[in-house]
């Protein structure tokens, strides 16, 4: 039995695409837990660019199951595109599975997750507008369509009825928006439904059997810790859970078989969408990490907003999933800075503040406390180990350790495989 769950440390696009896909090669099954197409993942392989948003990015690998969780909402939409895109890359997509209990986005979703924005004006969320967040509140109120129900097109018409009923009353009364049309929707996603079918199982069974056999299971976190319906920036998140402990939830099987929890994290600090962000950045530094670390959405194409590295928000991360190990990416973003920050705590109001605070109105008013270093000003793009990473680097590395705790196991260097530095075995 091995599993080991990849999660974002900060605020999601830390990239885990690179190392879900890195650690893929060694998985036998690679398994996303939660979220939808609102994740983007961009991973680079020789010198092919795959953007991939559903499908973890363990598919990448021919000889592994890849599996989309109970925990996961789908469109079966961006599913099929998805999987006719890595055909066309001449990927085989047989090994992907999909879970008959994971929730399906629908048309409506999408919509009224767009007019929701609309109606919050400048209170919105900033979400992807694909309609995540309508999504799982179904699924929590018991409306949902699930992928078995998807495919059994008795069991689908009975529910998208009842369903649509209360959909087209929103949409009509509360958006002023037309109604959608029962038969257009259930002929559309009838079609879709049978060419998803022979993915679809019980993968909770198989992820067990896997375990128990004594595979490889990689779990894959979409998203970040602080984008946690939970524990993050509410309401300023996502709507599910991408810390570690809900990849027992999200996958179907005990928790105790999650044996190590590593972190990603950026050696910066990112967020797209709105919300406060103690750290953030609005001079040269800021705009040099956006451009030289290609800050831009895979998603939406949004910009970035970039701060330094956070070791409050990074601590609170350690703490809700029991991380053992962190990688640190994009080191080489920062090469050319002459002084690095790390945060290491806040103060607010003369108060030291070292846990992250969970109200909104106190992280505004959170004032970042730095340990400043000077920066190696090279290229770290080319460095292969530990040992030939310049002394400011190490330096560098070392003091978020210290102030984190835990060790950074992988560094990055770059988007291909190969510019990956590691400093232990991650998955035994
Ligand atoms: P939603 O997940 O589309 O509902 O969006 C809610 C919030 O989460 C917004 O601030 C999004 O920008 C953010 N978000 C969702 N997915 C990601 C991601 O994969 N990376 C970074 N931010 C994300």
Sequence with gaps: ???????????????KGKVTDYLGEMADVVVRYQGGNNAGHTVVVGEEEFKLRLIPSGILNPKAICVIGNGVVVDPNVLLKEIKYLQEKGIDTSGLRISERAHVIMPYHIAIDTYDEEAKGEKKIGTTKNGIGPCYSDKYNRI???????????????????????KNNLLVKFYEKEPMDFQEIFENYSEMAEKIKKYVTDTSYLVDE???????????????TLLDIDHGTYPYVTSSNPIASYAA?????????????????KAYTTRVGEGPFPTELFDEDGEKMRNVGHEFGTVTGRARRCGWIDTVMLRYAVRLSGITGLALMKLDVMDSLPKVKICTHYECN?????????????????????????????????????????????????TIEKYTAVPI????VGPKRDQTIIRTELFK
Excluded at 156 to 164: G, I, M, P, S, V
């Design 1 to 15: 039995m091995s599993g080991l769950v990849l999660l974002g440390a900060q605020w999601g696009d830390e990239g």
């Design 144 to 166: 949902g369509i699930r992928i078995a129900d998807l495919i059994d097109k008795e069991v689908f018409a009975e529910r998208l009825k009842a369903t649509l009923e209360v």
């Design 210 to 224: 896997a375990l128990k056999a004594g595979k490889k299971v990689l779990f894959e976190g979409a998203q970040g």
């Design 249 to 265: 939830v999200g996958v179907g099987v005990g928790v105790q078989n999650i044996n190590s929890v590593l972190g990603i994290a």
């Design 350 to 398: 003369g108060e030291k503040v070292e846990t992250f605070p969970c109200s909104l109105k106190k992280l505004a008013e959170c004032k970042p406390v730095y340990v400043e270093l000077d920066g190696w000003q090279c290229d770290t793009s080319n460095v292969r180990s530990y040992e030939e990473l310049p002394e400011n680097a190490r330096k560098f590395i070392e």
């Design 409 to 412: 196991k992988l560094v990055a």
